[in-house]
């Protein structure tokens, strides 16, 4: 389907998308550019690609599909590199978990006659670095496409396609809506996370080391969110910042109802909302977005002891 794909940064996500065409058959050559030797050599003793260079240009050049892989916050600087050498009717997208920055940042350095179609799988893990990836990471995950009204139907349709073949399930949608609806998916529940573990680490020593000791599910689940990438989750929060500002001012809303109900002892109010939130989890699992199987089906986990 594609004859060279660039990808340019090799982290989880890049790693997974080479890892994934690789195994699938999706390019007849992959090259890979990141700007740390060190990545780069990683991802060629992986073999993840056909070509390697610290050289986002060279990277780009000729390519038809090309994705950009690193954290939002250092696209406009890559796209400096990389627009004299994108090829007319090259398709540009990326894997960032903002939206409409993306819009804003990117559309007036796109050459004329390369198709810009942003793009976010929402898949992922705790783990960074080429290493993490694996080929199975997008199978019947949500691929959200951000095009223009005018981007051209054959190019949207083109790596609809090239997503399909990774085994992700595509939908189009406005980017500013995405970066509403991603607030309060992930971004929100992102700074949540850091919040309550960064509260532990603020805490005594000998309570932190009890904490940590008689980890919980409930804690130890917001551990692994918050071991996310700490540049990408900058970055988010940084593009992101009326959307999240807006749906982080509902939860603190609701958050105060349900201290409320706690400091009042409203014991109905309380089991009401957990009977709501239960159904939830549930329709999210009918819907084959998660499972009931241990650790939520991580891929590698084993089951708990």
């Not at 007319?88 to 350095?109: E, R, W, Y």
């Not at 959200?144 to 139907?153: N, S, Y």
Request: hydrophobic share 45%; aromatic share 6%.
């Amino acid at each position: 389907m594609i004859e060279k794909l660039a990808l340019i940064g090799i982290g989880l996500i890049g790693s997974s998308i080479a890892r994934g065409v690789r195994a699938r058959g999706l390019a007849r050559t992959i090259a890979i550019s990141t700007r740390k030797k060190d990545t780069l050599a990683e991802a060629e003793a992986l073999g993840l690609g056909d070509i390697y260079t610290l050289d986002a240009a060279e990277a780009v050049r000729n390519a038809d599909l090309v994705i950009l892989c690193t954290p939002v916050g250092a696209y406009e600087a890559v796209m400096d590199q990389i627009a004299p050498a994108l090829a007319p009717g090259a398709i540009l997208s990326d894997v960032g978990s903002v939206k409409g920055h993306v819009h804003q940042a990117l559309k007036p350095k796109i050459p004329q006659g390369v198709h810009f179609i942003p793009g976010h799988p929402l898949a992922g893990t705790e783990h960074s670095g080429p290493a993490a990836g694996f080929a199975e990471l997008f199978e019947n995950r949500w691929c959200v496409l951000t095009p223009d009204a005018d981007a051209d139907p054959q190019a949207v349709e083109k790596l609809t396609a090239f997503w399909q073949g990774l085994g992700a399930n595509v939908e189009t949608m406005d980017p500013t809506h995405h970066d509403l609806v991603l607030a309060i998916t992930s971004h929100v529940p992102h700074l949540v996370a850091y919040n309550i573990v960064g509260t532990v680490a603020d805490l005594e020593a000998h309570t932190q080391s009890e904490v940590i000791k008689f980890s919980a599910s409930g804690f130890r689940d917001f551990t692994r969110i918050a071991a996310s990438d700490p540049v990408m989750w900058r970055d988010v929060f940084l593009t992101n910042r009326d959307a999240v500002l807006e749906m982080l001012g509902r939860f603190l809303e609701d958050l105060s109802v349900l201290q409320r109900a706690v400091r009042i002892g409203d014991g109905p109010a309380l089991e009401d909302l957990f009977t709501r939130t239960r159904a939830i989890r549930r329709s999210i699992i009918e819907a084959g977005q998660e499972t009931d199987a241990p650790d939520f089906g991580r891929h590698g986990a084993s089951p708990k002891k």
